[in-house]
């Protein structure tokens, strides 16, 4: 269950060369937005990355900023449809156990690559552009949605309300987890949010 979180399936050939280029690209970028951020994240070094010259970045994308809107809304659909595959893999009853779970996972503190992208970009986002805020607030929206359909109270009132602190929880939790060099520490945060939003867990 923990793996999985952080596996997305490999997408299909695009039908082209340009797109199947176009598609590297964006796919160079959405990790590395996440391994060094949006300000530490080059055009040069996204395209040296996919293995193709710097000239050719323009053929593909109108500016910095359109690919970066682009990674985004690879990584954050990356990570809504792992997390919908984890809910729908679960027991009956279990998904919204199984999403918090695997994302207080240790797997999960580690793959900062390849893991949310919102827990990983969160604190740069309020500096970018339109764009690029656009895709990441859509599959926030998703996410939120995600969890409050696992919710045993699905279709009451105050379950999307429930659903956006468990959301702000989990990221929350994962950033501090982050952000400290005290391994303890970063256990701690997570072993807390995970009894919090799940009482019966150990």
């Not at 997408?11 to 082209?16: D, I, K, P, V």
């Not at 280029?21 to 951020?37: C, D, L, N």
Request: proline share 5%; aromatic share 4%.
């Amino acid at each position: 269950m923990m793996t999985i979180m952080y596996n997305p399936k490999p997408r299909r050939g695009a039908s082209s060369r340009k797109e199947a280029t176009h598609e590297r690209i964006v796919e160079v970028a959405s990790r590395a937005i996440r391994r060094s951020g949006y300000a530490g994240t080059g055009v040069a070094d996204i395209m040296k990355e996919a293995g193709l010259t710097h000239g050719g970045f323009y053929a593909h994308f109108a500016s910095r900023d359109a690919l970066l809107a682009e990674a985004a809304d690879r990584a954050g659909a990356d990570a809504v449809a792992v997390s919908a595959r984890i809910a729908a893999t679960a027991s009956p009853g279990q998904g919204l156990q199984a999403l918090i779970h695997a994302y207080l996972s240790p797997q999960h503190l580690a793959a900062i690559e390849i893991g949310c992208p919102v827990a990983a970009l969160c604190s740069e986002m309020p500096r970018q552009a339109p764009e690029v805020r656009r895709a990441a607030t859509q599959h926030i929206k998703a996410m939120i949605d995600l969890i409050a359909r696992q919710s045993p109270d699905w279709g009451q009132p105050g379950v999307h309300e429930q659903a956006v602190t468990t959301l702000a929880t989990l990221i929350g939790s994962l950033m501090l987890a982050r952000a400290v060099d005290d391994p303890k520490l970063a256990d701690s945060f997570l072993h807390h949010a995970k009894h919090t939003l799940n009482p019966a867990s150990n």
